[in-house]
């Protein structure tokens, strides 16, 4: 079969893509556009060339730009955004294919080193790759790209299971890889298929910064931010007032703080938690925590950050009925939290009709220091928000 009857079976087919190269493999977003019926397979192209603009997609500069690791930080990268935008329209991430490309071909100044192609492709089942290395001299820089293009693609359709195709003006004479069977049609190497985290890879950078770059929450610093947990759904301008009010007063940024598992309502679902972490683009950053559901939980994945909460979330780490009815527990557990640098910030809150501040709840003098005062009064909830929607 030839290429373009390949590419359209891959868009009658379930699958979206998101492409992401580095150079090598820039027309892999005009080939599969070019077969009518791109807008059901290709989601988004990304052309990261700049090493900052690189770095900005895959988290760091790599070691090597054109490397097998590379090429699979760039295909996990575009996988992750293909899976968010599936998600945010509310269909199912399992048949979404990451797409990566990076390469070294014939530029105006001859290079010293090998003209070579790395292409990678991740879904939710694994990675693979394939290697790619030219004879210099055979096809000059346009050659060289567009073999890789039609390579690029082959390894899309390996992935999403699909038949190969062959392009007959293209010969791949000097092109030598161990993948490669006959003419163009690619047999990629398997990588160790992925492992289920409890938020799965779409979360690997859990840090969503307002102007939509991502980082690991180990960026996160005690000198430089505070935490404001909640549930913000929705997120209100209650809330950002406090922010700033906690931000005027310690110098630090506020970061706010979702958490995928809820001790009382349980686990928040993908597209959920997406949809609340878009509320705050252009507006501030805010990480997403898994496996973190009670304070206690939320100091030692964050030591010695300080964290934004209501009168009211004070008063229930304070209350002993969430340990067992014993003070015992309870301030075995804020001994513990004291320990690893908690730090509460407190805000007043209207508490069973009466409005409570920091000096109005029952500290033990042991733990005092760490409770500290936020004035100001914003009497709305998310929920009468709801109630009134």
Known sequence: MDQKNCIAALHASPWKVVIACTGAGAGVQQLLWAEPGASATLMEAIFPYHRLALADLIGH??????????????????????????????????????????????????????????????????????????????????????????????????????????????????????????????????????????????????LFLPNARRERKEMIDPAKHILFHGSFNPWHFGHELMARQAERMTGKEVICAISSTHPDKGRLDRGELLHRVEQFRYRRSVVITGGAPLFADKAKMFPGVGMLIGADAALGILNPNYYGSSEVARDAVLRGMLSDGARFYVVGREIEGKFMTLDDLPIPHEFRKMFLPVSGRWDISSTKLRERA
């Open 61 to 206: 500069e790599p070691e090597k730009y054109v490397s097998t690791d590379t090429a699979l930080w760039i295909a996990t990268a575009a996988h992750r955004r293909a899976a968010e935008l599936v998600i945010r329209s509310g269909g199912d991430p399992k048949f979404v294919i990451g797409l990566g490309v990076t390469g070294a071909v014939a530029t105006a100044t001859p290079k010293k080193g090998e003209h070579r192609c790395v292409i990678a492709t991740r879904t939710s089942e694994g990675m693979a790759t394939v290697n790619i290395t030219f004879e210099k001299g055979m096809y000059g820089r346009e050659g060289e790209g567009s073999r890789c293009d039609i390579l690029a693609v082959n390894t899309l359709l390996a992935a999403a299971g699909l038949e190969q195709g062959v392009c007959p003006p293209y010969n791949f004479k000097g092109v030598t890889s161990p993948e490669l069977i006959v003419g163009t049609t690619m047999r990629p190497s398997r990588v160790v298929p992925l492992a289920e985290t409890e938020t799965g890879d779409l979360f690997d950078r859990t």
